[in-house]
């Protein structure tokens, strides 16, 4: 059985490095699905979302919270669109930056790699050191096909620095968790080259998405940060490997919602804008 970071370089392969990230808000959903219960708006338009953008990318990242928001039915509907994602030959990334320890960690990660979530690949906050992420990384290998992990690196976000830029031993905070996330990765690399512990480096910070870059060869990247939130292609371009892999970039609203609701051609905007992406970031 394929091993994950060996799928996901055949995704990125076959579609180019795009994610579409599904943070779908109910005040965002198009007119039609206005009278709908919002779980099942959520789920309906998640669903439509997967069609429109099937072509132009092999990965998508659907944000717990925006389902765990609507409580149980909200759980639900994250199941259902799991589930047709995985049915559609997606690889998914299941965004819930978990990090906790011992039975906890555990608990958290058979949910997501289980056949509660099913998903692909988790994110992870590494606060709590070592013994946050190890649970994690275990039921990843365990399970079947093995799963992969994501490890919050230097995130896209404005605040992001005030943290992880902190001098630690002479050093920014994030170049020693990213040192941390190489050597859980080194433990079960792929023909692709790449292992199954990733780092989520944001696009919005460039230079150190360079940095770490070379400093983590044989590591996966998830970008965040491209489109809605400023990074560009050009910021990109240096998380790939010279064989074209190495990352997957991300982009949520730019996808999913270049459309006002009451706009009646928005399936035709999604799609325009997932072509773009794939456009761009293949380069």
Same mark, same amino acid.
């Given at each position: 059985?394929?091993?994950?970071?060996?799928?996901?370089?055949?995704?990125?392969?076959?579609? @180019?490095?795009?994610?579409? @990230?599904?943070?779908?808000?109910?005040?965002?959903?198009?007119?039609?699905?206005?009278?709908?219960?919002?779980?099942?708006?959520?789920?309906?338009? #998640?669903?439509?979302?997967?069609?429109?953008?099937?072509?132009? #990318?092999?990965?998508?990242?659907?944000?717990?919270?925006?389902?765990?928001?609507?409580?149980?039915?909200?759980?639900?509907?994250?199941?259902?669109?799991?589930?047709?994602?995985?049915?559609?030959?997606?690889?998914?990334?299941?965004?819930?930056?978990?990090?906790?320890?011992?039975?906890?960690?555990?608990?958290?990660?058979?949910?997501?790699?289980?056949?509660?979530?099913?998903?692909?690949?988790?994110?992870?906050?590494?606060?709590?050191?070592?013994?946050?992420?190890?649970?994690?990384?275990?039921?990843?290998?365990?399970?079947?096909?093995?799963?992969?992990?994501?490890?919050?690196?230097?995130?896209?976000?404005?605040?992001?620095?005030?943290?992880?830029?902190?001098?630690?031993?002479?050093?920014?905070?994030?170049?020693?968790?990213?040192?941390?996330?190489?050597?859980?990765?080194?433990?079960?690399? @792929?023909? #692709?080259?790449?292992?199954?512990?990733?780092?989520?480096?944001?696009?919005?910070?460039?230079?150190?998405?360079?940095?770490?870059?070379?400093?983590?060869?044989?590591?996966?990247?998830?970008?965040?940060?491209?489109?809605?939130? @400023?990074?560009?292609?050009?910021?990109?371009?240096?998380?790939?490997?010279?064989?074209?892999?190495?990352?997957?970039?991300?982009?949520?609203?730019?996808?999913?919602?270049?459309?006002?609701?009451?706009?009646?051609?928005?399936?035709?905007?999604?799609?325009?804008?997932?072509?773009?992406?794939?456009?761009?970031?293949?380069?």
């Amino acid at each position: 059985m394929t091993a994950f970071p060996d799928r996901l370089a055949e995704a990125v392969r076959r579609h @180019g490095p795009l994610c579409v @990230g599904l943070d779908p808000r109910v005040q965002m959903l198009p007119a039609e699905f206005a009278r709908q219960e919002p779980a099942v708006a959520l789920e309906r338009f #998640c669903l439509k979302v997967l069609e429109l953008v099937r072509p132009f #990318c092999g990965v998508v990242k659907p944000q717990a919270a925006f389902f765990e928001l609507l409580g149980p039915a909200g759980f639900a509907a994250l199941g259902a669109v799991q589930r047709r994602a995985k049915e559609m030959g997606f690889v998914t990334i299941l965004d819930a930056k978990r990090g906790d320890i011992a039975s906890t960690a555990q608990a958290y990660a058979e949910a997501a790699f289980g056949p509660v979530w099913d998903a692909d690949a988790l994110t992870v906050n590494p606060y709590l050191g070592a013994d946050a992420v190890e649970p994690f990384v275990t039921v990843a290998r365990h399970s079947a096909p093995t799963r992969g992990l994501f490890v919050l690196v230097r995130t896209s976000n404005p605040g992001g620095g005030l943290f992880q830029n902190r001098l630690c031993d002479g050093r920014p905070l994030y170049q020693h968790v990213g040192e941390a996330v190489a050597e859980w990765n080194a433990a079960r690399v @792929g023909a #692709c080259g790449l292992g199954d512990v990733g780092a989520v480096v944001g696009a919005t910070h460039p230079a150190e998405l360079a940095e770490l870059r070379a400093a983590l060869p044989k590591v996966w990247f998830l970008i965040p940060g491209y489109g809605a939130q @400023g990074g560009t292609a050009a910021d990109v371009r240096a998380g790939y490997l010279p064989s074209g892999l190495g990352a997957v970039v991300n982009s949520s609203r730019g996808v999913v919602f270049p459309f006002r609701p009451e706009d009646p051609s928005w399936e035709a905007k999604v799609t325009d804008a997932a072509r773009k992406a794939q456009t761009e970031l293949k380069g």
